[in-house]
C-alpha cells in the first residue's frame, strides 16, 4: 500500500485549552507529528503544560510534540529539520540545505 | 487471488474515486515530492504555521499548498506570497477527486514539499486510499 499524504500533522493552540490533543484523538493517533501552535499564549493564559504533553504521550507515544510560535517565529527548527529528514527519506540524493533563519536560531535562541 | 476478492477488486475499481485515489498516489510517487497534511481545528493556527513555515523554506524547498475550508480562497490570498504554487479548494472535507483536479491545476515538477491544509475533517480514504485515515470527531 502506498503512501496517501507521507505526513499527517496535526496542529492545535495553546488558546484551545490544555484539554484538546484528548478530544483529537483520532486525529492525534492518525498523526506522526503534532504541532502545539501560538506557543508564546503560554505567557498569558492558563495552560496546563505538563496536561497537554502527558494526553499527547498517552495518545500517541509515537509523534513528535513541536512547540512552535508563528508569530514571535520561534520554535521552527526542530520542526523544520524533521521536514528535512522527510524529504532526505523520500529521496536519498536530496542534499540538505540549513536554512538560513533556522541556523540563526540554533545560535541565538 | 480467490473469486470473491476478484470480483470484490473488479467492483471496487468501477468506483470512481478509487481512480482518483490511485492517481493522486501516482503523481505523488512520480514526482518524488514530500506530502505533508496539516489538519486541526478552526483557529487552531494552520495558517500561520504554513506562513512560518514557507517563509524559512524560501530558496531551500519548492513549496506548493492546497488549502481546503470554506474560504480557501482567502487563505490561498494570504500565503500565495511565501509559496511557489496556490490551489483553493472550497469546501469543509476534501475528496479525492477535489484533490486530483487541484493537482491538475498544478506544476507537478515544480514542487519539493506539497502542503495540504485542511480542518479536522480530512479523510485518509477519500485522499488516497488508506483505509486507516485521520479523522477529526470529538470525544
Known sequence: MAPRFRATVTVLAVSGGDDKAAEYVDLLTASQVLILSKAELQRHVIFNRGAFRGNVHRINPLAELFEVSAFENSGLTRWLAWLDRQRKDKDPTYKPATPPAALAEWFFG | ?139
Not at chain 2, 518524488?32 to 497534511?37: C, E, G, H, P, R
Not at chain 2, 494552520?46 to 488549502?67: D, H, N, P
Not at chain 2, 487563505?75 to 511565501?82: C, E, F, I, K, W
Not at chain 2, 484533490?99 to 514542487?111: D, E, K
Request: glycine share 8%; hydrophobic share 40%; aromatic share 4%.
Open chain 2, 1 to 139: 487471488m480467490t473469486t470473491s476478492a476478484n470480483y470484490l477488486k473488479q467492483i471496487s475499481n468501477l468506483v470512481p474515486a478509487d481512480e482518483d485515489i490511485a492517481q493522486n498516489r501516482a503523481d505523488f510517487r512520480k514526482h518524488k515530492m514530500l506530502t505533508v497534511a496539516l489538519v486541526g481545528p478552526p483557529g487552531a493556527g494552520k495558517t500561520a504555521l504554513f506562513e512560518a513555515t514557507a517563509r524559512q523554506l524560501k530558496g531551500t524547498a519548492r513549496v506548493t499548498i492546497i488549502t481546503v475550508n470554506p474560504a480557501a480562497e482567502r487563505d490561498a490570498d494570504r500565503v500565495s506570497r511565501y509559496c511557489d504554487q496556490v490551489r483553493a479548494i472550497k469546501t469543509a472535507a476534501p475528496d479525492a477527486r477535489a484533490v486530483r483536479s487541484a493537482l491538475q491545476q498544478l506544476h507537478l515538477a515544480g514542487i519539493d514539499i506539497l502542503f495540504m491544509e485542511a480542518l479536522g475533517g480530512i479523510h485518509g480514504p477519500q485522499i488516497s486510499g488508506d483505509r486507516h485515515g485521520a479523522g477529526c470527531q470529538r470525544r
